[in-house]
């Protein structure tokens, strides 16, 4: 049993910290808005803390999973903070979507007082959170992450180490680089389909055995010719995931033509009220137009 803290109850982090119960550690909880935590405290037992900084007081591993940069900075510097809480010889694992900047910064801090820090963004969603089945994209150093590793599986079927600080960010940014033009494809794919009057269950019966097959066509594809979009992973997420691609590209010089377009496109649902459903309401702007 590990004695670990988890900071940031919300849509993933909420059963995140259950399968961390539920694989037998020692868990204290914070959320900003206390009644999640107390929802989570009276749903699997565990502690709940009042800042941050004393849920992960005592600590070996701390955990967090929040929106962004600034939200992140919030619940990590200062006097109540993560940092200030954390004793010599503890790993901080940060699971939110946040830029490979932060992660370095926080990593370079925790240094100073002999925390390592461990950025680990995570892919599946909703669903892999709440099934404990998430990929998880490291970035720090050997041996922390080896003794991180068996309480991470927890809540993940993949746990990997990409590299140095930072890595973990990167890695992300790939991932949601190739998802933002594949979706719009699929929605192209899927509109032309429908206006064509094709049967769409059976073409995406079809053609999902074929080279087209991709996660988002095996759990979107039909969703989206419905014109179901209230669920799944919210387009505000992913522009802020974007402006973070955005950010790295302008440092390292990659060209980004077609995620460009894409968030465009986000920014027109957004504009449709759209901002908490899934990302494949790129179809929206389609199929309504
Ligand atoms: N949802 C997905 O499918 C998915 C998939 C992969 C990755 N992610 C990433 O995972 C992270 C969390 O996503 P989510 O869907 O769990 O978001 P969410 O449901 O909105 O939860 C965000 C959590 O962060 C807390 N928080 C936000 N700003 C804060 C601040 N300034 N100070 C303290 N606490 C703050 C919130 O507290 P309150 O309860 O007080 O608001 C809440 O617990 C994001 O970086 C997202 O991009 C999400």
């Known amino acids: 049993m590990t004695k670990v803290a988890f900071v940031g109850l919300g ?60 939200d992140l900075r919030g619940v990590v510097l200062g006097d109540d903070g993560i940092i200030a809480g954390l004793a010599a010889g503890s790993i901080y694992v940060d699971n939110t979507t946040a830029s490979a900047t932060v992660a370095r910064e926080f990593h370079g801090l925790g ?13 599946g ?13 490291c970035g720090g150093d050997e041996a922390p ?13 993949a746990v990997t180490l990409m590299g140095a600080s930072g890595a973990g960010q ?17 929605a192209e794919g899927m509109n032309f389909g429908m206006k064509a009057g094709l049967d769409m269950e059976k073409v995406i019966g ?18 989206m010719c419905k014109r179901e979009f209230e ?17 790295e590209a ?12 894409v968030d465009q496109f986000y920014a027109q649902v957004q504009a449709r009220g759209g901002k908490r459903w899934d990302t494949s309401s790129l179809m929206h702007l389609l199929a309504n137009d």
Request: charged share 20%; glycine share 12%; aromatic share 6%.
């Open 231 to 247: 669920f799944g992973f919210a387009v505000d997420w992913m522009r802020k995931d974007m402006g973070i691609c955005f950010e």
């Open 125 to 137: 969603g909703q669903v892999g959170a709440e099934n404990g089945l998430l990929t998880v994209m």
């Open 11 to 70: 849509v993933m982090g909420y059963p995140m910290a259950g399968h961390l119960k539920a694989g037998g550690h020692d868990v204290t909880v914070y959320n900003r808005t206390k009644a999640k935590a107390e929802a989570w405290v009276k749903q699997h037992g565990g502690a709940l803390a009042e800042s941050p900084r004393q849920a992960v007081e005592g600590a070996e591993i701390a955990f967090s999973c929040v929106g962004n940069d600034d």
């Open 170 to 186: 990167l890695t992300k940014m790939v991932n949601q680089i190739c998802i933002a033009g594949l979706v719009q494809g699929l």
């Open 111 to 123: 240094k100073e007082q002999g925390v390592e820090v461990i950025d680990a963004p995570v892919s």
């Open 206 to 223: 079809v053609i999902g055995k074929g080279a087209a097959q991709s996660w988002q066509m095996d759990n979107r594809a039909s969703t």
């Open 250 to 261: 302008r440092n390292n010089g990659a060209r980004l033509p077609v995620a460009a377009l």
């Open 145 to 157: 992450f080896a003794r991180a590793q068996p309480v991470i599986d927890c809540y993940a079927k």
